[in-house]
């Protein structure tokens, strides 16, 4: 057998044995050579890829095709049935158009909130630790837990912000935040946005952080007050970091249904009914696997589309 | 405003001092509006969080009562729904469950992607770079979608109601997204250092393991992290896979435990928020930095 050598220059081996020194060159020579190298340490992460993400995605194609549900685990091919019943079921549209909502008002949301998040952050003053502390508990804490304390703070009796708008006489009774199509909306929209503002924000705050200082301080001495500098250096300079900020954000919007599970299963009505949620409902508590992956299905090509768009724009941003 | 600087005559004393007097107002405001934006950021952020630390105290006289002020004690406060969620639920159980899951699976998506990420940031392959579009774009599809498929795997396993099942499961969702960021690290090193080590006798995978990986540390703290707090934060899975308590994880273990039917158990589920939710952000913090200069070497520049 023949082994090439590598690019690299060998080193002196100071064996005594010329067979271990032989071996020892061997050894050195194979973890040189490239070719071998570079699919070998490809291999862990394609072969489980292949095997627990690839596969299962194209058995999850072919479950949309048959009738199998939780109770008769046989495929039996029924063609395009389950996604003609779906296109013909209103519940599919809403969730589709909540879904859609939901991205877009949550992600324009994040990362307007996110880039004046990240501008206090690293900013120099007393107590920024604290500051920080407490900024990033939406994102650290799991979701779940994170919804179940909304869920009370959005109580229909009993909730803490009723009772303040209340005492300043804004309100009488209760303002019933998940039980009214529009204002559970709005409250899934509110929480989930609270939840990835922190993550996006320490993403922004990398980038800000990457923007060499003596461009703003040549602008300052230049005379640009803070606003003339934030829309003429910071944001034009930080916008590529801001498009991955929101990919990573519409990505975790996007797929999630924790919000929506916990907050109001759906409701009313399926008004806050989304794709993700849809799928886990018909398929889990319903037990109809080959329709609730007919509804998951629609989500694919949607961010596929959306992600291609955002890395596209990034790339021409970069390039400017 | 662009102007007052160019046309300031430094020889008149006045001017100089009116000057300097704008500079100074504008940037006491300045100080004054970050307080104000931050102090007012900190708390719609940790809202439910110091609203909860009040109510996990109270008893359920003071706290089901719309008329009373829900962020003093109306009765004295009690430790008794706390002491619950230690005594009489599995809440320990489910949080070393998500702990030893968490690192497990950090330190598989570590083992498996930091290669991946070497090979596709620096090793010359003809298939490198639809590749490294490729393992993104897995990161795309959707939990949702997997779930259905990873039930019928889960089964075949034997890993039906086993929190092994998540371990198996959830570097689906870790070893893409970590893959991705960790080649922009990996080509944010220049290469001069790896080259270097190899000229001083290194071999190709000693100079990736004793220059490489110690140089992009900073990067694979924040993937740790990342991937850490998503395996932590999955819900979906575990609610779909994990039915008996003993192995549930916190994500799952306190909404279904404490939540019976219509009966919420209010103050102790406020207090496992809590008790979750302040360990984890503290390390988060500590880890932040390193977190930040991770992403500014790569994520921002690839």
Redesign the interface.
């Given at each position: 057998m023949t082994i090439q050598r590598g690019g690299a220059l060998q080193h002196e081996a100071a064996t005594p044995s010329a067979e271990a020194r032989g071996l020892d060159e061997a050894r050195a020579r194979l973890a040189d050579r490239e070719s071998i190298l570079a699919p070998l340490f490809l291999l862990p992460a394609v072969v489980y890829i292949i095997g627990l993400v690839v596969v299962p995605f194209f058995l999850a194609i072919a479950f949309s095709l048959t009738d199998v549900t939780a109770g008769d685990p046989s495929l039996d091919w029924v063609g395009f049935r389950n996604f003609d019943a779906i296109l013909h079921d209103s519940v599919f549209w809403t969730s589709l158009k909540n879904t859609l909502i939901f991205t877009a008002i949550s992600m324009v949301l994040t990362l307007v909130l996110a880039k004046a998040l990240a501008l206090i952050l690293i900013a120099n003053f007393r107590f920024k630790y604290l500051i920080r502390f407490l900024v990033l508990l939406p994102w650290t804490t799991p979701i779940a837990l994170a919804a179940v304390a909304w869920l009370w703070m959005l109580d229909s009796t009993y909730s803490p912000i009723d009772w303040i708008l209340r005492q300043l006489g804004l309100l009488s009774g209760n303002t019933y935040w998940l039980g009214r199509d529009h204002l559970a909306m709005a409250s899934v929209i509110a929480v989930h946005t609270w939840r990835i503002v922190p993550l996006a924000a320490v993403i922004i705050m990398a980038g800000l952080l990457s923007i060499p200082d003596d461009i703003n301080d040549a602008a300052e001495i230049d005379g640009a007050g803070f606003w003339r500098r934030l829309w003429e250096i910071t944001i034009p300079l930080n916008l590529p970091v801001i498009a991955v900020a929101g990919l990573f954000g519409a990505i975790l919007t996007f797929t999630d249904m924790t919000v929506v599970y916990i907050l109001t299963k759906g409701g009313p009505e399926n008004a806050t009914q989304v794709l993700p949620s849809y799928a886990f409902f018909k398929s889990i508590d319903g037990g109809d696997l080959a329709q609730g992956a007919a509804i998951a299905l629609f989500l694919f090509p949607l961010l596929l589309a959306g992600a291609v768009a955002i890395l596209r724009a990034v790339r021409k941003m970069e390039t400017m | 405003?662009?102007?007052?600087?160019?046309t300031l005559d430094i020889t008149d004393g006045d001017q100089v001092a009116r000057a300097r007097r704008r500079t100074l107002a504008?940037h006491r405001s300045?100080?004054v509006g970050?307080?104000v934006?931050?102090?007012v950021?900190?708390?719609?952020?940790?809202?439910?969080?110091i609203?909860?630390t009040i109510?996990m105290f109270k008893q359920d006289a003071d706290?089901?009562n719309?008329q009373n002020?829900?962020?003093v004690f109306n009765l004295d406060p009690t430790w008794a729904k706390v002491s619950y969620l230690f005594d009489e639920t599995k809440f320990l159980t489910f949080a070393w469950n998500?702990l030893w899951v968490g690192l497990l699976v950090v330190g598989i998506t570590l083992?498996?992607?930091l290669?991946?990420a070497?090979?596709?940031a620096r090793?010359?392959?003809r298939w490198?770079g639809p590749?490294g579009i490729a393992?993104f774009?897995?990161?795309?599809?959707?939990?949702?979608?997997?779930?259905?498929?990873?039930?019928?795997?889960v089964s075949i396993l034997g890993l039906q109601d086993s929190t092994w099942s998540l371990v198996?499961?959830y570097?689906?969702i870790t070893?893409?997204v970590s893959?991705w960021l960790l080649m922009g690290f990996l080509k944010a090193i220049p290469r001069d250092v790896e080259?270097q080590a190899?000229?001083?006798?290194?071999?190709?995978?000693?100079s990736f393991l004793r220059v490489v990986v110690p140089l992009a540390l900073p990067g694979i703290i924040a993937v740790v992290v990342f991937a850490f707090?998503l395996t932590?934060?999955e819900?979906?899975y575990a609610?779909?896979f994990v039915a008996p308590s003993a192995h549930k994880t916190?994500?799952?273990g306190?909404?279904t435990e404490l939540?019976r039917g219509d009966v919420?158990y209010?103050q102790s589920?406020?207090a496992?928020?809590i008790f979750?939710?302040v360990p984890?952000?503290?390390v988060?913090?500590l880890l932040?930095e390193r977190?930040?200069?991770g992403?500014?070497m790569g994520?921002?520049?690839s």
């Open positions: - | 405003m662009a102007g007052a600087a160019a504008r300045g100080r970050l307080y934006a931050a102090i950021a900190a708390l719609l952020c940790a809202a439910p969080f609203w909860g109510t706290l089901y719309a002020n829900p962020f998500t083992a498996v992607g290669p991946a070497y090979s596709l090793l010359n392959m490198g590749l393992i774009f897995v990161y795309l599809i959707p939990p949702t979608l997997l779930f259905v498929s990873f039930s019928r795997i198996v499961v570097p689906t070893i893409p893959v080259e190899m000229v001083d006798g290194y071999s190709r995978v000693g707090t932590a934060h819900f979906i609610l779909a916190i994500s799952i306190v909404p939540i919420f209010w589920l406020q496992a928020a979750v939710a984890i952000a503290f988060f913090n932040l977190f930040i200069t992403f500014t994520a921002v520049k």
